[in-house]
């Protein structure tokens, strides 16, 4: 009798000591399933240099937020709207999280596909004309914020008369299909106006009439303005090769245009809004903000660099306080 009430309380010890132990596991198995996985979809316009930053820097941010918990879908438009639309659907049918539109022709397609998952814009100049907005407060009210890359247009105009002093006419050269292209040269226009140059506007459909119209252009003035603008930056070798030979400059709005067929420009940092509007999407992913909420952010610095390759060819003798690319 002994014996077996001895075992009994064995069996009893190590009953209690083996339930303690799941309990003191327990929590780590919990954590372990609470580590929650988000799914973003990624639309960017174009490739080229100002889009590529952009989206890198949203990346970046959500990967130091969200180590191994973020399954990006990045898929690029190829400068075609149509392709926009068609790549945010497909993101709308997989039920994404969030999705982050690169360019303002990526922001109307993810606005067109969907009114409940929550979008962040990103390298939209003014989301007023880009989504048809009359009254604009700072923030959309909607599913939709996100960042702008719109620099000061009233400096960027005033780079002109520095520049070139003795310059009479001004091509303002851009897409016609970008809303927010057509909003720049607008105010540009008023700018220079109160500067006393005269200006010509000279707008291009698609890839396939930018030559041809940048050679228009080059006819009619003594230097080109190109606003930030998606289209003539993923063409801007092909600019280039049109208005260096007619010894027509350009100053541009964005430092890779520039790069490719600028004189200088008064630029942001395109890696820096994409870093912003990250911290955006980390707000909302957590609860921490939402999204009708958010105002658009801007960027904080504006640079000025010039093209030393260009100004080379050109015979032009970079103006001081502009710094050369760093390549």
């Given at each position: ?6 075992t009994?309380?064995?069996?009893i010890?190590?009953?209690?000591l ?33 889009l ?36 945010v ?44 907005i ?7 009210g ?41 909003f ?34 080059c ?21 280039a090769n ?42 909302i ?20 660099y ?7 060819q ?11 690319f760093?390549?």
């Open positions: 009798m002994k014996h077996a009430k001895r009994l309380s064995l069996l010890i190590f009953s209690v083996f339930l303690a132990g799941c309990q003191n596991k327990a929590p780590e198995t919990k954590g372990t399933e609470e580590k929650k996985q988000y799914s973003i979809g990624i639309v960017q316009l174009a490739q080229h240099e100002a590529d930053a952009a989206t890198k820097g949203f990346m970046d941010v959500l990967n130091e937020k969200f180590p191994d918990q973020v399954v990006f879908d990045v898929q690029n438009a190829s400068g075609d709207t149509t392709n926009c639309t068609t790549i659907n497909g993101f709308v049918s997989k039920k994404v999280d969030l999705i982050m539109a690169n360019a303002t022709p990526a922001l109307q397609a993810a606005a067109s596909a969907t009114d409940t998952i929550p979008i962040l814009g990103t390298s939209v100049t003014h989301y007023a004309p880009a989504l048809d009359e009254e604009w407060t700072g923030t959309v909607t599913n939709i914020s996100g960042t702008s890359d719109l620099a000061d247009l009233k400096q960027q105009a005033a780079m002109i008369p520095e520049w070139f002093p003795d310059a009479k006419t001004v091509s303002l050269f851009y897409c016609s299909s970008e809303a927010n292209s057509a720049q040269v607008e105010e540009v226009e008023k700018h220079l106006a109160e500067l006393g140059l005269e200006t010509k506007r000279f707008s291009f459909t698609d890839t396939n009439d930018v030559a041809s119209v940048a050679l228009a252009a006819k009619e003035s003594d230097v080109i303005y190109i606003p930030t603008d998606n289209t003539a930056a993923s063409n801007a070798e092909a600019i049109v208005i260096l030979p007619e010894k027509v400059p350009a100053i541009a709005g964005e430092i890779g245009l520039c790069k490719g067929c600028g004189i200088a420009t008064l630029t942001i940092s395109y890696e820096d809004i994409g870093r912003a509007t990250g911290e955006m999407a980390y707000k992913l957590t609860g921490e903000a939402k999204v009708e909420e958010m105002p658009i952010e801007y960027a904080p610095n504006f640079e000025k010039y093209n030393p390759t260009i100004c080379e050109l015979g032009i003798t970079p103006l001081e306080g502009y710094k050369p760093e390549d």
